[in-house]
């Protein structure tokens, strides 16, 4: 099964921004539209960016768009998803998800293994 591993999460002050990044299993990225997902403490695990293997279509959650920007590096494997102007509702764990395509990716399916995420807290 597909593998993937998240990092760059941090604390950062309202305003702040960050740059999450996830590594695929070699070759993975390649053939799938890769995504991230968020989970608030005691809340659900939600959909929040998606882009295609071709990166020709991104997709948002609405209370991302115009903060946040998913692009991914085929080459290297690697999605990332830049969040800037940060807003403590952004709190959560962040992770990273592939499938065929971002529809599948926003109904909240996955092929790969869910990882460990990372945290993102957004704190004054």
């Known amino acids: 099964q597909v593998q993937v591993a998240e990092s760059g999460g ?6 702040g921004s960050l ?6 299993s070699e070759g993975a990225s390649m053939v799938y539209a ?3 997902f968020r989970q608030p403490p005691g809340k659900t695990r939600d959909f929040v ?3 295609t293997w071709g990166s020709h279509v991104t997709e948002y959650t609405d209370s ?5 920007t998913i692009s991914r590096d085929n080459g290297a494997n690697r999605a990332y998803l830049l969040m800037k102007d ?3 509702e952004d709190t959560a ?11 599948y990716l ?6 790969a293994s869910w990882g460990q995420g990372t945290q993102v807290t957004v704190t004054s």
């Not at 941090?10 to 305003?15: E, L, N, T």
């Not at 740059?19 to 695929?24: G, I, Q, V």
């Not at 764990?93 to 529809?103: E, I, K, M, R």
Request: aromatic share 14%; charged share 20%.
């Open 106 to 111: 926003k109904r909240g399916d996955n092929l």
């Open 64 to 68: 991302v768009k115009g903060r946040f």
């Open 34 to 36: 890769m995504g991230w």
């Open 49 to 51: 960016a998606g882009i």
């Open 10 to 15: 941090g604390w950062v002050q309202p305003g």
């Open 19 to 24: 740059r999450l990044s996830c590594e695929a």
């Open 86 to 88: 940060l807003k403590p």
């Open 93 to 103: 764990v962040y992770y990273c998800a592939l499938h065929y395509s971002t529809d």
